[in-house]
């Protein structure tokens, strides 16, 4: 059995990405800050969980020691500069390091679509800045000591746990109007599940149509279908039955005032549900390049979005529809 450090495996698709590993027969390990925030992973067999602190090197270096792979998912959407630096740059070194100490051989690092590592400072945001920054520190440590990296550019990612779709749910269920920032931005949502089978299949080195080299490569994970943040809104609305089924009538915000309800949503209680970066990585299309190879390459036929948001959306018990598509796959 070969053994896996999942970084970031407590969360949205660090979950689907340990349970499939999980099947496939990996000795996971999950580090996290708070042991209660991997609850929803106890059940899995083959899987240790280990409170650390990730940006601890000497600790994160000893939890390398004897894993075979390593998968990256950490990420934060808001923040300060200096705080996406820590987690989306300084961590990835730190990283590169204890691979590189530890003799680790394969590294899957999920990044975002629209980072560019070779000229991360054109990018909109200081998330997709730091992004970038964070993909071109691990080409040049894997470059340097031969590591396997593979890079998986997800667009927005849709499934039962999404803070996406069911958000869009949630605020037109209490608000009369949504009034909406960048309404016009387009997205390529990409479902968790397939993500999740991404980074298994780049682990076992898999290599299709325009995928030759397992040295180094970059990945776009895209859904088939292209949407414009409106018609996710209204899709989330009709999906969940909102109004029966109409949603609330969308207001689109001008620049300026899309930006001070960002300001206003960085301060929401029990954290921000928007931000002013946010927005600013709206600014350029979350839709698939084609300049890299996408979820084909890997042998993956990304799933449309409906189908599957119609089962989760439906359901008001958050993890049900989850729990009743994995029968109907079955
Ligand atoms: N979700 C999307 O739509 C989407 C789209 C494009 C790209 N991505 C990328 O995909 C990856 C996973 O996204 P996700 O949505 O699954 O993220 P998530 O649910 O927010 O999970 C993030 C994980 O990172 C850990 N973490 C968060 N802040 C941290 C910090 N300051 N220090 C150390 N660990 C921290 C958390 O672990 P603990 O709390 O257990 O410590 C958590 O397990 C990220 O790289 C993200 O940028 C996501």
Redesign the pocket.
Same mark, same amino acid.
């Given at each position: 059995m070969n053994n896996i450090l999942v %970084?970031?495996?407590?969360?949205? =698709?660090? &979950?689907h990405v340990c349970e499939k590993l999980v099947r496939q027969g990996w000795n996971v390990t999950?580090?996290? @800050? @708070?042991r209660s925030? &991997?609850n929803h992973l106890q059940h899995l067999p083959s899987l240790t969980v280990l409170e650390l602190?990730?940006?601890n090197e000497a600790a994160l270096t000893h939890a390398t020691q004897g894993q075979d792979a390593v998968v990256? %998912?950490?990420? =934060? !959407?808001h923040?300060t500069p200096a705080?996406f630096d820590? #987690?989306?740059v300084i %961590?990835p070194q730190k990283l590169a390091r204890a691979c590189q100490a530890q003799r680790v051989h394969q590294l899957v690092?999920?990044?975002? !679509?629209g980072a560019n590592h070779q000229r991360p400072g054109t990018a909109p945001s200081e998330?997709l800045r730091s992004?970038g920054r964070g993909e071109a520190v691990l080409r040049t440590a894997a470059a340097e000591s031969g590591m396997e990296l593979t890079v %998986? @550019? *997800?667009?927005?990612?849709?499934g039962p746990?999404?803070?996406?779709l069911n958000l869009f749910a949630r605020l037109q269920k209490t608000w009369p109007v949504m009034p909406l920032a960048g309404a016009r931005a387009r997205f390529q *949502? #990409?479902w #968790?599940e397939d993500?999740a089978t991404a980074v298994v299949r780049s682990l076992e080195r898999r290599v299709g149509p325009g995928l030759r080299s397992p040295s180094v490569r970059t990945l776009e &994970?895209c859904g088939p279908e292209v949407f414009t943040l409106a018609d996710l809104v209204r899709l989330a609305a009709q999906l969940s039955g909102v109004n029966h089924g109409q949603g609330r009538p969308i207001v689109p915000l001008p620049d300026w005032l899309g930006r001070l309800q960002a300001l206003l949503l960085e301060w929401a209680p029990g954290g921000p549900l928007m931000s002013r970066d946010n927005l600013d990585s709206m600014r350029v299309d979350n839709v698939a390049t084609g300049q890299v190879p996408g979820l084909q390459a890997l042998g993956i036929t990304p799933s449309a979005l409906q189908p599957i948001a119609t089962d989760y959306l439906t359901r008001n018990q958050p993890g049900q529809g989850l729990l009743r598509l994995r029968q109907r796959l079955r």
């Open positions: %970084l970031g495996g407590t969360g949205f =698709i660090g &979950a999950v580090p996290t @800050r @708070r925030n &991997a602190d990730v940006h990256n %998912l950490v990420a =934060i !959407l923040g705080a820590k #987690v989306h %961590l690092h999920i990044s975002a !679509l998330y992004k %998986l @550019r *997800p667009s927005v990612v849709f746990e999404d803070q996406f *949502p #990409v #968790v993500v &994970a």
